[in-house]
């Protein structure tokens, strides 16, 4: 995945009771989620990384294989923070999900539409179930705004690429 994401970028935060299923999101859970899209930083990482692999070959085989065997993701966002100068909303509300750690739950991903445009059944999502690990402060040159980093732990469920149902 890119580094720089474009304007047309999602992300939602779903507390873990808040998917039945995470093969399939629904309109209504994407709609009560936290969209924490305006509060994040560009540069954030959410995404499949590759495969662990066995490399077992059985006697018939001529060459060497790879088998895939767990699949494996990472993320790891960092956020605006609201200061005396930068008061905003969504920086204090993705600070007061993740500023305690050890929040669990959904990173829900959509690309393609802006973060102000509602979640359709006509929508392409991908899910990740992680633990926020501990905040990091992130301290900016003179003037630049203050920010913290959250790095999210993989807790074995990921659903890419999957449709949001009505």
């Known amino acids: 995945m890119p580094k720089m994401m474009s304007p047309n970028s999602t ?8 998917l039945a299923d995470p093969t399939k999101p629904k309109v209504a859970e994407l709609v009560a989620a936290k ?18 692999t066995d490399d077992s070959k059985t006697i018939v085989d001529e060459g060497n294989v ?8 990472e993320g ?12 905003t909303a969504a920086f204090d509300e993705a600070f007061a999900l993740f500023k305690v750690p050890r929040q669990e739950g959904y ?18 999502v991908s899910v990740f179930r992680f633990i ?16 913290f980093t959250v790095p999210f ?3 074995g469920v990921m659903a890419l690429n999957v449709p949001v149902v009505a």
Do not use: C, M
């Open 11 to 18: 992300v939602w935060w779903v507390p873990l009771a808040g």
């Open 35 to 52: 969209n924490i899209s305006a509060a994040i930083v560009t540069g954030f990482t959410i995404s499949a990384t590759d495969s662990d």
């Open 132 to 147: 926020s690990d501990s905040p990091q402060d992130v301290e900016g040159d003179g003037g630049a705004p203050i920010q």
């Open 153 to 155: 732990l993989p807790q």
């Open 76 to 87: 790891n966002v960092s956020f605006f923070r609201s200061d005396l100068v930068n008061v």
């Open 66 to 73: 790879q088998s895939p065997t767990f699949d494996n993701y």
């Open 107 to 124: 990173l829900v991903t959509r690309y393609g539409k802006k973060a102000t445009v509602a979640p359709t059944a006509t929508d392409q």
